[in-house]
């Protein structure tokens, strides 16, 4: 199979095709960028200008002719903080759709950060043994991730980007030495405030991914080589860069004019117009956070964002309520619970239940594994509403959702997923609410499908006892039995089910039957 995916950052859009399959990883069979500056006007006054969208569209549409002439089924695209900051950004989005043809999702902070960490993960497969920081320098932001096991767990998103630096502090060519000063002052005092993080979490190697850094990493190799350091260069990794190293070239670039960075340094005009800032930027972040060295990675958003597509399409959410902590994918439903202090048990529990129906399911709504991940993440996160009020709370849940920044999951997955969590109790709403407003074309009927599961499941464990243990499902031409194993008999459960059926009869035309039997087999793998 052939995926394409688009990155359109601050600075660039990228696209790579890949080709994979079931028996091994995916081969990049073609890649392109072009710089279209979106960031430049939106650093300015919070607006993507009229010509920058014009050149985003028009390099969409010859990057969606690349991928169709590779022949890509799918095309994924992400927008990153040039489109997320927009004051205008619905109507680049609106327009990418309807000129060129390409959907856009747009990317929080913390989940292009855990892309990028994804990315690298898998790129430099000793990270797996590692304890790594991840450092992406954009356009508009900056991305930093600590890794521990190939796992992202500490993630932060700084508003710094070499883009947005240039527009701020360079006004001169060579930059001045007032404007210099004033860069290196306020990049230090913004990345001190976060950096006890990234050293609380710790770290015993460093990463840097996208232009910038690769470009200094190049700069950085030219050096030794030119200086005769060939030994050095084959006993260091080719394209590692020295805090030392990056301040020698920095001094350099700082000195050089536009004309001499782009021919005495041998940068290309768009990275030589804003590697000054994105170059202090990273001086900046390795000083505050002590790092000597880093080593430079050449995948970055983009084969995440190939990554994580792919496995969304495996089913790796398991049924096994024992699990639901240790997998990677809800991780950051996870984490929202715990800060909204969640009844876990409960949240456990019916998302445990949900599973279950999803599985025994299948011919009635047809979805797949990517439907069953989402559907997990909002049986977790479907009680999170009582951290505000226990009046209305399933709204309070959807908006803590919405308004959260969930990793592991796209925008409109997280619509998909508050949507969910809101029709959780009350009464059902029509397919036509208003409240499935923001849900794009198909997604609105997924909604609406794994609501009417998650209202079951949550009526299973109506008390927050567990007594319900494992469930099976048969479908019949009028109604569906749901053979339920519980540790003892609960009337209230039963209402409660038939109070919450009401949306699974509207949906998928069958009325719902529960038949109870007392203590399940020991064979069965029973819920927490």
């Keep these: 199979m052939i995926i394409a995916a688009l990155d359109i950052g601050s600075n660039s859009i990228h696209l790579v095709v890949v080709e994979t399959d079931r028996e091994k990883?995916?081969?990049?069979?073609?890649?392109?960028?072009?710089?279209?500056?979106?960031?430049?006007?939106?650093?300015?006054?919070?607006?993507?200008?009229?010509?920058?969208?014009?050149?985003?569209i028009d390099c969409l549409k010859r990057f969606r002719h690349i991928a169709q002439s590779h022949g890509a089924r799918e095309l994924i695209a992400v927008a990153t903080s040039a489109v997320r900051e927009a004051a205008n950004g619905d109507q680049f989005l609106a327009r990418a759709a309807e000129e060129a043809g390409v959907e856009i999702d747009l990317l929080s902070g913390v989940e292009e950060a855990r892309l990028i960490a994804l990315a690298v993960s898998i790129r430099?497969?000793?990270?797996?043994?590692?304890?790594?920081?991840?450092?992406?320098?954009?356009?508009?932001?900056?991305?930093l991730s600590v890794m521990k096991n190939g796992e992202p767990t500490t993630l932060i998103s700084f508003k710094l980007g070499a883009v947005r630096l240039t527009e701020m502090f360079v006004k001169s060519d060579p930059i001045g030495d007032k404007q210099l000063r004033r860069l290196r002052s306020e990049l230090r005092e913004v990345i001190a405030h976060r950096a006890p993080e990234i050293e609380a979490a710790g770290f015993n190697a460093c990463y840097g991914t996208s232009g910038t850094i690769n470009a200094l990493a190049a700069l950085s190799l030219r050096r030794r080589l030119a200086a005769g350091n060939h030994r050095a260069a084959?006993?260091?990794?080719?394209?590692?860069?020295?805090?030392?190293?990056?301040?020698?070239?920095?001094?350099?670039?700082?000195?050089?004019?536009?004309?001499?960075?782009?021919?005495?340094?041998q940068l290309n005009r768009q990275r030589a117009e804003i590697i000054v800032a994105g170059g202090q930027l990273l001086e900046a972040?390795?000083?505050?956070?002590?790092?000597?060295?880093?080593?430079?990675?050449?995948w970055a958003l983009r084969e995440g964002v190939v990554i994580a597509h792919l496995a969304r399409r495996v089913e790796t959410v398991t049924a096994s309520p024992a699990r639901l902590e240790r997998d990677p994918s809800l991780r950051g439903a996870l984490a929202l619970a715990r800060h909204c202090q969640a009844d876990l048990k409960h949240a456990h529990r019916v998302a445990y239940l949900s599973q279950q129906l999803f599985d025994g399911l299948r011919p009635l709504h047809a979805l797949g594994g990517e439907h069953?991940?989402?559907?997990?993440?909002?049986?977790?996160?479907?009680?999170?509403?009582?951290?505000?009020?226990?009046?209305?709370?399933?709204?309070?849940?959807?908006?803590?959702?919405?308004?959260?920044?969930?990793?592991g999951f796209t925008s409109p997955?997280?619509?998909?997923?508050?949507?969910?969590?809101?029709?959780?109790?009350?009464?059902?709403p029509k397919s036509k609410s208003d409240y499935y407003s923001d849900l794009r074309g198909q997604d609105r009927e997924v909604a609406r499908k794994l609501a009417a599961l998650l209202r079951l499941a949550d009526a299973l464990d109506r008390d927050h006892s567990g007594r319900v243990r494992n469930l099976r499902c048969e479908i019949g031409d009028n109604a569906v039995r749901i053979v339920?194993?519980?540790?003892?008999?609960?009337?209230?459960?039963?209402?409660?089910?038939?109070?919450?059926?009401?949306?699974?009869?509207?949906?998928?035309?069958?009325?719902?039957?529960?038949?109870?039997?007392?203590?399940?087999?020991?064979?069965?793998?029973?819920?927490?």
């Design 234 to 265: 084959r006993h260091r990794h080719e394209h590692s860069l020295t805090l030392d190293e990056l301040r020698a070239i920095n001094e350099e670039l700082a000195s050089y004019s536009l004309d001499d960075r782009v021919h005495k340094a």
């Design 413 to 428: 997955e997280i619509i998909v997923i508050a949507n969910i969590a809101y029709v959780h109790r009350g009464p059902a």
């Design 124 to 143: 430099h497969r000793q990270t797996a043994r590692q304890q790594a920081l991840v450092i992406d320098i954009g356009g508009g932001s900056t991305e």
């Design 285 to 298: 972040l390795m000083e505050t956070l002590k790092i000597d060295e880093l080593v430079s990675c050449d």
């Design 25 to 56: 990883p995916f081969r990049v069979i073609a890649n392109a960028k072009e710089s279209v500056r979106l960031g430049r006007s939106a650093a300015r006054d919070q607006k993507l200008s009229a010509a920058a969208m014009d050149r985003a």
């Design 372 to 407: 069953r991940r989402l559907l997990a993440a909002a049986a977790l996160l479907h009680d999170i509403g009582y951290f505000v009020s226990h009046t209305g709370h399933h709204k309070h849940s959807a908006y803590l959702i919405q308004n959260s920044d969930l990793t």
């Design 484 to 528: 339920a194993l519980c540790s003892r008999e609960a009337e209230a459960m039963r209402w409660r089910l038939e109070e919450r059926a009401d949306l699974f009869t509207e949906v998928f035309g069958r009325e719902v039957e529960l038949v109870t039997t007392l203590n399940a087999p020991d064979h069965e793998e029973a819920a927490p």
